[in-house]
């Protein structure tokens, strides 16, 4: 199976430089709430990636472009698991994260701290999918 990681890695790797950069920052500071702004674009596009990259390989695995198209992400994900791509708790991060999606996307200047260590464990388990996926 041959999916094309290099996005899904391109965005990774920005989110962990957004990150670093929010966290050298003094809290509260202009700088700051710019690379919160940052950061919480860059999630948004890791976990689409995730998504379009995820798909992908389900469809280069042998499941139906139809079936995969017509999938939340939960099942997405427990799909990926199946084939796996995931293992349970990654899976189960995973979701977290998606849910986590929703409650920062309007409030870029808001980003709870809460995320940004579900943030660190995200680009943890980014970085293995990434070189699980290239390897098959």
């Known amino acids: 199976m041959s999916v094309d990681t290099e996005v899904f890695l391109r965005r990774s790797r920005a989110l962990v430089s957004g990150l670093a950069l929010l966290q050298q920052s003094e809290p509260g500071s202009v700088t700051y ?5 940052k950061v919480n674009k860059g999630y948004g596009l890791v976990l689409a990636s995730v998504d379009e990259t995820l798909r ?3 469809k280069a695995a042998g499941e139906t472009v139809a079936d995969v198209d017509a999938l939340a992400i939960a099942d ?3 799909r990926a698991e199946v084939h796996g791509l995931l293992s349970a708790e990654e899976a ?3 979701l977290t994260c998606f849910a986590r999606r929703d409650l920062v996307s309007g409030s870029a200047d808001l980003l709870a701290e809460e ?3 579900i943030l660190r464990a995200l680009l943890v388990d980014a970085r293995g999918l990434e070189i699980a996926l290239r390897s098959r």
């Open 92 to 94: 189960a991060r995973w």
């Open 56 to 58: 992908a390989a389900l």
């Open 115 to 117: 995320t940004l260590a």
């Open 33 to 37: 709430a710019g690379f919160r702004v």
């Open 76 to 78: 997405v994900l427990r």
